[in-house]
């Protein structure tokens, strides 16, 4: 079995993945296949690369270029990191919240099939539950912002679709004289958002199918028909929706580790995964429905189902996973973070200027500075030392 220290979902796809492709040839998507060879590639040859040098000891080493896939869990560390130093001047002295909105299975189903259209319908849906409700004059009477992100697997990779949102705690007055706050550890009553989230995505589902913009496969194929997809939403109507306000974050820099955990985070990391041999894929799973440590194990799958349940979760292409509303849209997010500021007194947030995402790490002999001597291109190695500087003793990383 490989060790854990070492494991990657890279090391799984590029022993299993070419028999997987061909069992399964006409039924993976392109875009599928494209994200398979970009993980198996990731800091190989096949991207190419460069060869650094220490400028002290002269130490030499070949560093490879990483794919930079969105559903790649080696590259989505930098990605993380470029986009939480942007984000932190965006940080607001107030406290801040958490609310997940998940779809019921029932629905989960028909996104599956139809992944941008719902996705994007969950988004609309769960930010204008939100929205409207904070404006409400029974509830906070307020204007408010959030950040949300889609992850669409449980633990255990299944389809899953959810959105986390990262919101103030409060918001402008109607007229944006003053900052409304919110109550300590309490922002919005999660039975009114549920109710209001599944009239809205209900509603905006029939909508599109009404449009013929939902197409249907195997199972699911007479829901094509109106009356059966009709019928088939009934049960889902009666049904209390989840939607869960977590208890709310000590401190901007928590909200900033929250961040870091769950913008950029893929299907599986690799330091959950605990071996791979014969019997399959093993790695870390969690029952969020226990408590106590028999919330953890860990989950051996078939190598194929592993692949399987990985793929499930790759997006549609250029489809956007995170998103802001409200007074944190894009278009105003800064006029709006200023003046928020004037009103609460609190001095502007400089954050510092985000480390080079190409920054060389010290020299592992000496801690030197490393400078780059040659970059070699797709599919090449380096001819070797280029220079008297760098030793003939290479270490590949």
Known sequence: MRSASVLEVADVFRAAGPAYRAARAGHLSLHQRKVMAAIEACRTAALGGHVEACD??????????????????????????????????????????????????EVAQIAFQNK??????????????????????KHLGARIGLTAVLHTWGSAMTHHPHVHMIVPGGGLSRDGTRWISARSGFLLPVRVLAKLFRRLFLAGLIALHEAGRLVFFGGLTPLAERGTFRRHLAPVRAKRWVVYAKPP?????????????????????????????????????????????????????ATGEFIRRFLL?????????????????????????AHIRDLL???????????????????????GHMTIVEIFGRFRQPRGPPTASAPARMRAT
């Not at 870091?260 to 969020?288: C, E, M, P, Q, W």
Request: with cysteine.
């Open 116 to 137: 941008a259209t719902v996705y994007d319908l969950l988004f609309r849906a769960a930010s204008a539950t939100m929205l409207t409700i904070a404006a409400d004059p």
């Open 345 to 367: 007194a609190a001095s502007p947030v400089t954050s510092p200027e985000p480390s080079p995402p190409d920054r060389l790490a010290p020299c592992p002999c000496c801690g």
């Open 56 to 105: 002290g000891c002269g130490h030499a080493r070949i560093a490879y270029n990483s794919c930079r896939d969105r559903h790649c869990p080696k590259c989505q560390g930098a990605a993380a990191r470029t986009w939480l130093a942007a984000r932190e001047a965006d940080l607001l002295p107030v406290g801040y919240f958490h609310v997940v909105f998940t779809l019921p299975a």
């Open 249 to 301: 974050f000590a401190g901007p820099a928590a909200v900033l580790a929250y961040l870091s955990r769950y913008t950029h985070r893929v299907a599986i990391s690799n330091r959950r995964l605990v071996g791979f041999d014969a019997a399959g894929v093993t790695f870390r799973v969690k029952d969020y429905r226990r408590d106590g440590p028999g919330r953890y194990g860990v989950l051996t799958l």
């Open 313 to 337: 979760h790759v997006l549609p292409k250029g489809f956007h996973r995170i998103r802001h509303y409200g007074l944190l849209a894009s278009a105003i997010r800064r006029a709006n973070l």
